[in-house]
């Protein structure tokens, strides 16, 4: 398990994203790098979220073969983790991958399994990515949503990502020991 720090601003595409095009899309001062795992792009900026690596061997007993299932254990660790914040109306995600319009675009625009929302809007993203030796969860846990920015660097409507998402607030390191906190009860 590893946290990652975010240092300078970038979008961050999903394996298979293309890299946005037209007017007002990847402006600025952003680097465009691409992870490996899939899913829409997240927008980072030093402070605004905590970035998240967690990799389970093949064969653990968080392992699941199951590849939507196996987000569910991480998004309970999540929640814990939050509720031991005092972060209201958490709740893991248990159904399908919910799509929406910009989805494909944005990750956080859509709701997958295991991720987590706060008052119905999604705060904890994870992506994965597996391998016979394992898998590799990648978690953006948000504690700050710009919506024009974000809208901005993809090239989407701002009106699009206005409700989707929202950030946690000034949680940073208290959030890396509330989680590490309840990874170790898991």
Known sequence: MWFLEVTQSALVLGSTQAVPAGPGSCSGDLDVVRRRSGGGAVLLRPGAVVWA??????????WDRDVGRAFGWLGHVWAGALGALGVGEVA??????????????????????????AGGRKVVGISQRR????????????????ALATADAVGVPPEALADVARGLGPVGPALETAFLDALSTR
Do not use: K
């Not at 690596?53 to 968080?62: E, K, L, N, T």
């Not at 016979?132 to 710009?146: I, P, Y």
């Open 53 to 62: 690596d967690v990799f389970v061997p093949a064969g653990d007993v968080r």
């Open 92 to 117: 893991v995600h248990t159904g399908p991958l919910v799509r929406t319009p910009w989805s494909a675009a944005v990750c956080f625009a859509g709701l997958g399994p295991g991720e987590v929302t």
């Open 131 to 146: 391998a016979r030796s394992g898998a590799l969860f990648q978690c953006a846990a948000l504690l700050h949503w710009d």
